[in-house]
């Protein structure tokens, strides 16, 4: 049991303190999840990805992940 965290982004209205919360909950392994509100996801750390999750039918829901060999 831990904490799960989500990340409501608006790529037209983006945060720059984001990229920092991001790398705090990355180095503490819990789970990140994304809803975009705009149009792009937003940067994250070299080394992961949003992957999109297919089955939620918005299709704007991601979680974040480690890239392969990385």
Same mark, same amino acid.
């Given at each position: 049991?831990?904490?799960?965290?989500?990340?409501?982004?608006?790529?037209?209205?983006?945060? $720059? $303190?984001?990229? +920092?919360?991001?790398?705090?909950?990355?180095?503490?392994?819990?789970?990140?999840?994304?809803?975009?509100?705009?149009?792009?996801?937003?940067?994250?750390?070299?080394? %992961?990805?949003?992957?999109?999750?297919?089955?939620?039918? $918005?299709?704007?829901? %991601? +979680?974040?992940?480690?890239?392969?060999?990385?």
């Amino acid at each position: 049991m831990g904490k799960a965290h989500i990340i409501w982004y608006n790529s037209d209205r983006p945060d $720059s $303190s984001l990229e +920092q919360k991001v790398k705090k909950v990355v180095r503490s392994s819990e789970p990140i999840f994304l809803y975009r509100c705009g149009g792009r996801v937003s940067s994250l750390p070299t080394g %992961y990805y949003w992957r999109m999750m297919n089955e939620y039918p $918005s299709m704007r829901i %991601y +979680q974040l992940e480690v890239k392969d060999g990385e």
